[in-house]
Protein backbone atom coordinates (compact mmCIF):
# COMPACT_ATOMS: atom_id res chain seq x y z
CA UNK A 1 0.00 0.00 0.00
CA UNK A 2 1.23 3.23 -1.12
CA UNK A 3 3.22 5.28 2.14
CA UNK A 4 2.29 9.27 2.54
CA UNK A 5 3.43 11.06 -0.40
CA UNK A 6 4.42 15.00 -0.15
CA UNK A 7 5.22 16.97 -3.18
CA UNK A 8 7.68 18.95 -4.49
CA UNK A 9 11.06 17.23 -2.61
CA UNK A 10 13.09 20.48 -3.38
CA UNK A 11 11.92 23.84 -3.16
CA UNK A 12 14.14 27.27 -3.16
CA UNK A 13 12.29 30.24 -3.11
CA UNK A 14 12.69 33.73 -2.41
CA UNK A 15 12.20 35.63 0.61
CA UNK A 16 8.91 37.29 0.38
CA UNK A 17 7.51 34.58 -1.74
CA UNK A 18 5.06 32.43 -1.07
CA UNK A 19 4.77 28.70 -0.84
CA UNK A 20 2.19 25.65 -1.21
CA UNK A 21 3.10 22.24 -0.26
CA UNK A 22 1.12 19.43 -1.03
CA UNK A 23 0.58 16.30 0.49
CA UNK A 24 -0.98 12.65 -0.15
CA UNK A 25 -2.01 10.25 3.25
CA UNK A 26 -2.08 6.75 3.34
CA UNK A 27 -5.57 5.58 1.80
CA UNK A 28 -8.00 5.37 4.40
CA UNK A 29 -6.15 7.73 6.76
CA UNK A 30 -8.34 10.81 7.62
CA UNK A 31 -5.84 12.51 9.64
CA UNK A 32 -3.26 14.81 8.35
CA UNK A 33 -0.48 16.60 10.74
CA UNK A 34 2.30 18.61 9.67
CA UNK A 35 5.43 19.34 11.12
CA UNK A 36 8.50 21.88 10.65
CA UNK A 37 11.54 20.81 11.19
CA UNK A 38 14.86 22.40 11.94
CA UNK A 39 18.22 21.80 13.19
CA UNK A 40 17.84 24.26 16.38
CA UNK A 41 14.54 23.48 17.19
CA UNK A 42 13.61 19.82 16.10
CA UNK A 43 9.91 18.91 15.12
CA UNK A 44 7.62 21.55 15.57
CA UNK A 45 3.96 20.92 15.15
CA UNK A 46 2.19 23.30 12.46
CA UNK A 47 -1.63 21.77 12.55
CA UNK A 48 -4.00 18.80 11.92
CA UNK A 49 -6.45 18.14 9.41
CA UNK A 50 -9.64 15.76 9.87
CA UNK A 51 -12.23 15.20 6.92
CA UNK A 52 -11.58 18.96 5.80
CA UNK A 53 -11.34 20.88 9.82
CA UNK A 54 -8.13 21.89 11.53
CA UNK A 55 -8.75 19.93 14.58
CA UNK A 56 -5.32 21.53 16.09
CA UNK A 57 -3.06 24.24 15.49
CA UNK A 58 0.57 24.93 16.86
CA UNK A 59 1.78 28.15 17.65
CA UNK A 60 2.89 29.58 14.40
CA UNK A 61 2.16 32.93 13.08
CA UNK A 62 -0.88 33.36 10.74
CA UNK A 63 1.26 33.20 7.32
CA UNK A 64 1.48 29.73 8.00
CA UNK A 65 -1.86 28.11 6.73
CA UNK A 66 -3.03 24.80 5.33
CA UNK A 67 -6.49 23.10 4.18
CA UNK A 68 -7.56 19.62 3.76
CA UNK A 69 -9.84 18.09 0.99
CA UNK A 70 -12.30 15.47 0.58
CA UNK A 71 -10.14 13.04 -0.78
CA UNK A 72 -7.63 13.76 2.79
CA UNK A 73 -5.40 15.40 0.51
CA UNK A 74 -3.45 18.18 2.38
CA UNK A 75 -1.75 21.47 1.24
CA UNK A 76 0.16 24.03 3.26
CA UNK A 77 0.37 27.61 2.36
CA UNK A 78 3.47 29.74 3.55
CA UNK A 79 2.95 33.49 3.10
CA UNK A 80 5.79 36.00 2.98
CA UNK A 81 8.68 33.96 3.44
CA UNK A 82 11.28 35.04 5.86
CA UNK A 83 14.64 33.42 5.54
CA UNK A 84 14.09 31.79 9.27
CA UNK A 85 10.97 29.52 7.43
CA UNK A 86 13.72 27.38 5.88
CA UNK A 87 13.20 23.86 6.86
CA UNK A 88 12.01 20.30 6.17
CA UNK A 89 8.34 20.28 6.15
CA UNK A 90 7.06 17.08 7.32
CA UNK A 91 3.68 15.80 6.62
CA UNK A 92 1.93 12.62 8.53
CA UNK A 93 -0.76 10.61 8.39
CA UNK A 94 -2.32 8.48 11.48
CA UNK A 95 -5.84 6.04 10.93
CA UNK A 96 -8.53 7.17 13.60
CA UNK A 97 -8.28 5.69 17.08
CA UNK A 98 -3.83 4.55 16.56
CA UNK A 99 -1.31 6.71 18.18
CA UNK A 100 1.69 7.08 15.78
CA UNK A 101 2.09 8.35 11.95
CA UNK A 102 3.16 7.34 8.92
CA UNK A 103 5.40 10.30 7.82
CA UNK A 104 6.46 11.43 4.32
CA UNK A 105 9.96 11.99 3.05
CA UNK A 106 9.20 15.59 3.77
CA UNK A 107 9.54 19.00 1.17
CA UNK A 108 13.19 20.37 1.56
CA UNK A 109 12.43 24.28 1.58
CA UNK A 110 15.26 26.70 1.39
CA UNK A 111 14.48 30.36 1.41
CA UNK A 112 17.24 33.18 -0.24
CA UNK B 1 11.28 24.70 26.53
CA UNK B 2 11.34 21.01 25.19
CA UNK B 3 8.29 19.19 26.86
CA UNK B 4 10.15 16.17 26.15
CA UNK B 5 13.91 16.05 26.92
CA UNK B 6 15.94 13.26 25.67
CA UNK B 7 19.56 12.37 26.29
CA UNK B 8 22.14 12.02 25.26
CA UNK B 9 21.74 14.34 22.45
CA UNK B 10 24.88 12.88 20.57
CA UNK B 11 26.08 9.51 20.92
CA UNK B 12 29.02 7.67 19.00
CA UNK B 13 30.09 3.44 19.62
CA UNK B 14 31.51 0.97 18.69
CA UNK B 15 29.52 -1.75 16.50
CA UNK B 16 28.50 -4.59 19.27
CA UNK B 17 27.94 -2.09 22.60
CA UNK B 18 24.77 -1.97 24.02
CA UNK B 19 23.20 1.88 24.52
CA UNK B 20 20.32 3.40 26.30
CA UNK B 21 18.61 6.44 25.58
CA UNK B 22 16.19 8.29 27.31
CA UNK B 23 13.20 10.61 26.97
CA UNK B 24 11.80 12.65 30.32
CA UNK B 25 9.27 15.20 30.97
CA UNK B 26 7.31 16.44 33.94
CA UNK B 27 3.84 15.66 31.76
CA UNK B 28 2.27 12.71 31.78
CA UNK B 29 1.64 11.08 28.04
CA UNK B 30 -1.23 8.84 26.94
CA UNK B 31 1.43 7.03 25.09
CA UNK B 32 4.71 7.37 24.25
CA UNK B 33 6.13 6.81 19.95
CA UNK B 34 9.69 6.05 18.98
CA UNK B 35 10.98 7.43 15.88
CA UNK B 36 14.23 6.45 13.64
CA UNK B 37 14.94 9.32 10.97
CA UNK B 38 17.59 8.43 8.50
CA UNK B 39 19.03 11.86 6.79
CA UNK B 40 17.04 13.19 4.43
CA UNK B 41 13.40 11.20 5.27
CA UNK B 42 10.90 11.59 7.49
CA UNK B 43 11.00 9.95 10.73
CA UNK B 44 9.96 5.86 10.58
CA UNK B 45 7.58 4.65 13.61
CA UNK B 46 9.29 2.06 15.38
CA UNK B 47 6.92 1.26 18.69
CA UNK B 48 3.93 3.05 20.45
CA UNK B 49 3.91 1.93 24.15
CA UNK B 50 0.73 3.45 26.27
CA UNK B 51 0.41 1.55 29.23
CA UNK B 52 2.94 2.54 32.28
CA UNK B 53 5.07 0.56 32.92
CA UNK B 54 5.14 -1.52 29.66
CA UNK B 55 7.79 -3.35 28.05
CA UNK B 56 7.84 -3.73 24.34
CA UNK B 57 10.86 -5.44 22.48
CA UNK B 58 11.39 -5.17 18.70
CA UNK B 59 14.38 -7.62 17.66
CA UNK B 60 17.55 -6.12 19.55
CA UNK B 61 15.49 -2.96 20.60
CA UNK B 62 13.93 -2.53 23.69
CA UNK B 63 10.99 -0.04 24.64
CA UNK B 64 10.00 0.76 28.05
CA UNK B 65 7.48 3.35 29.16
CA UNK B 66 7.94 4.58 33.01
CA UNK B 67 4.97 3.39 35.45
CA UNK B 68 4.08 7.29 35.70
CA UNK B 69 3.84 7.58 31.96
CA UNK B 70 6.30 10.50 32.17
CA UNK B 71 9.68 8.76 30.68
CA UNK B 72 10.83 6.06 28.61
CA UNK B 73 13.94 4.55 27.72
CA UNK B 74 15.27 2.56 24.34
CA UNK B 75 18.05 -0.31 24.89
CA UNK B 76 19.88 -1.56 21.82
CA UNK B 77 21.64 -4.48 22.02
CA UNK B 78 25.17 -4.85 20.09
CA UNK B 79 24.62 -1.96 18.06
CA UNK B 80 24.86 -2.47 14.20
CA UNK B 81 26.06 0.72 11.46
CA UNK B 82 22.53 -0.09 10.28
CA UNK B 83 21.44 1.40 13.79
CA UNK B 84 22.71 4.89 12.57
CA UNK B 85 19.95 7.30 12.58
CA UNK B 86 18.14 10.01 14.73
CA UNK B 87 16.36 8.70 17.01
CA UNK B 88 13.28 10.88 18.29
CA UNK B 89 10.48 9.91 20.88
CA UNK B 90 6.99 11.81 20.56
CA UNK B 91 4.37 11.57 23.79
CA UNK B 92 0.95 11.90 22.78
CA UNK B 93 -1.45 14.11 25.12
CA UNK B 94 -1.32 15.18 27.79
CA UNK B 95 -3.86 18.03 26.78
CA UNK B 96 -4.90 16.60 23.03
CA UNK B 97 -5.00 13.69 22.08
CA UNK B 98 -3.95 14.38 18.29
CA UNK B 99 -1.27 15.96 19.05
CA UNK B 100 2.26 15.10 19.61
CA UNK B 101 5.16 16.82 21.33
CA UNK B 102 8.44 15.65 19.67
CA UNK B 103 11.94 15.38 22.11
CA UNK B 104 15.07 16.94 20.14
CA UNK B 105 16.19 13.54 19.39
CA UNK B 106 19.25 11.70 20.34
CA UNK B 107 21.74 11.51 17.44
CA UNK B 108 23.42 7.76 17.14
CA UNK B 109 26.36 6.87 15.41
CA UNK B 110 27.68 3.18 14.92
CA UNK B 111 30.84 2.61 13.74
CA UNK B 112 31.95 -0.67 11.79
Known amino acids: KAGVTQTPRYLIKTRGQQVTLSCSPISGHRSVSWYQQTPGQGLQFLFEYFSETQRNKGNFPGRFSGRQFSNSRSEMNVSTLELGDSALYLC???????????FGSGTRLTVV | TQLLEQSPQFLSIQEGENLTVYCNSSSVFSSLQWYRQEPGEGPVLLVT?????EVKKLKRLTFQFGDARKDSSLHITAAQPGDTGLYLC????????????FGSGTKLNVKP
Open chain 1, 92 to 102: ASQPEGFEGYT
Open chain 2, 49 to 53: VVTGG
Open chain 2, 90 to 101: AGGGPYNFNKFY
